[in-house]
């Protein structure tokens, strides 16, 4: 069973992948595989990137989407015209002859990964570029521009030792994807440790996170910018104890919860023991 593994954390944004795509898709009749892609409005593979955090800490993260090529998919169960096909290899292609187009499966799919060709009349998405891997391509295009490695595609088991860390997008749909994701962002929480009374910050001071719903905790020091940073954390409520030599210790936990998003805290001051 071919599968998909997407590592976020290999991803630097560089589009390549949704560029072949077009360049593969764009103005070329693969049938019975596929129609062309329009050259606007579709991207069948889309790197959408996603701004975290409070400036100064923020980070920019690249999430590669395409057809998530579900076991369990709903697109499938939405069309009334048998247009979809799961071949042997697992990859569940939209036949273009079958397909009238009502959009119903667009609708259902939770990854907006089916789009509506109006100019075709016709519904259409990643296909795998099984036309080339019937062709001896051991890869689709997306796969074979990545310089990063960010996407792979080849046999579940071949995989298996990753997968056991992956996950899936929208988890809660239950789709059963072939397409894994390995380190998908969780939260983070940063922030900087200093002593403004002498407008200096402070370097190698213990900062302890402690999840206050399930006691769980995390210890850093700062770094030589004064800097902290807790990455891939729950979604929860924290509260912060900062220690230093010399200096008294302090707890924060006042408005510190990433439940909602990730979160730069500021500046915490500590205070010198005269």
């Given at each position: 069973?071919k599968v998909f593994?997407?590592?976020?954390?290999?991803c630097?944004?560089?589009?390549s992948?949704?560029i072949?795509?077009?360049?593969?898709?764009?103005?070329?009749d693969?049938m019975?595989?596929a129609k062309?892609?329009?050259?606007?409005?579709q991207?069948w593979?889309?790197v959408n990137?996603?701004?975290?955090?409070?400036?100064p800490?923020?980070?920019?993260?690249?999430?590669p989407?395409m057809c998530?090529h579900?076991?369990?998919?709903?697109c499938?169960?939405a069309?009334?015209h048998?247009?979809?096909?799961?071949?042997?290899?697992g990859?569940l292609?939209?036949?273009?002859a079958k397909?009238?187009g009502?959009?119903k499966?667009a609708?259902a799919?939770?990854y907006?990964a089916v789009?509506?060709?109006?100019e075709?009349?016709i519904?259409?998405?990643c296909?795998?570029?099984?036309h080339?891997l019937?062709?001896g391509?051991?890869t689709?295009?997306c796969v074979?521009s990545?310089?990063h490695?960010?996407?792979?595609f080849g046999?579940y088991?071949?995989?298996?030792?990753e997968l056991?860390a992956?996950?899936?997008l929208k988890p809660?749909?239950?789709?059963?994807?072939?397409?894994y994701y390995?380190?998908?962002?969780?939260?983070?929480?940063?922030?900087?440790?200093?002593?403004?009374?002498?407008?200096?910050v402070?370097?190698?001071a213990?900062v302890?996170?402690?999840?206050?719903?399930s006691g769980?905790?995390?210890?850093?020091?700062?770094d030589?910018?004064?800097?902290f940073w807790?990455?891939?954390?729950a979604a929860?409520?924290?509260?912060?104890?900062?220690?230093y030599d010399?200096?008294?210790?302090?707890?924060?936990?006042?408005?510190?919860?990433?439940?909602?998003k990730d979160?730069n805290?500021?500046?915490?001051a500590?205070y010198?023991v005269k």
């Amino acid at each position: 069973m071919k599968v998909f593994l997407v590592d976020v954390d290999r991803c630097v944004g560089c589009h390549s992948c949704q560029i072949v795509c077009k360049d593969e898709h764009c103005d070329n009749d693969w049938m019975p595989y596929a129609k062309p892609q329009p050259d606007t409005g579709q991207f069948w593979l889309k790197v959408n990137d996603y701004e975290r955090g409070q400036v100064p800490k923020v980070k920019v993260t690249y999430v590669p989407v395409m057809c998530q090529h579900c076991e369990d998919a709903p697109c499938q169960k939405a069309c009334e015209h048998d247009a979809y096909q799961r071949r042997v290899d697992g990859l569940l292609l939209l036949d273009p002859a079958k397909c009238t187009g009502c959009g119903k499966c667009a609708e259902a799919c939770p990854y907006d990964a089916v789009f509506k060709n109006e100019e075709l009349g016709i519904c259409q998405k990643c296909t795998g570029c099984a036309h080339l891997l019937d062709e001896g391509w051991e890869t689709p295009r997306c796969v074979d521009s990545c310089a990063h490695d960010a996407i792979r595609f080849g046999e579940y088991e071949d995989f298996a030792a990753e997968l056991e860390a992956a996950g899936y997008l929208k988890p809660e749909e239950d789709t059963k994807p072939h397409v894994y994701y390995l380190n998908l962002p969780k939260r983070f929480l940063a922030g900087e440790v200093a002593d403004l009374e002498i407008e200096e910050v402070l370097i190698g001071a213990t900062v302890v996170l402690t999840d206050i719903e399930s006691g769980a905790q995390l210890t850093t020091t700062t770094d030589e910018f004064g800097d902290f940073w807790f990455n891939q954390i729950a979604a929860s409520d924290y509260q912060l104890e900062v220690s230093y030599d010399g200096y008294m210790t302090r707890t924060v936990k006042d408005f510190i919860s990433t439940k909602d998003k990730d979160l730069n805290v500021g500046t915490i001051a500590l205070y010198a023991v005269k």
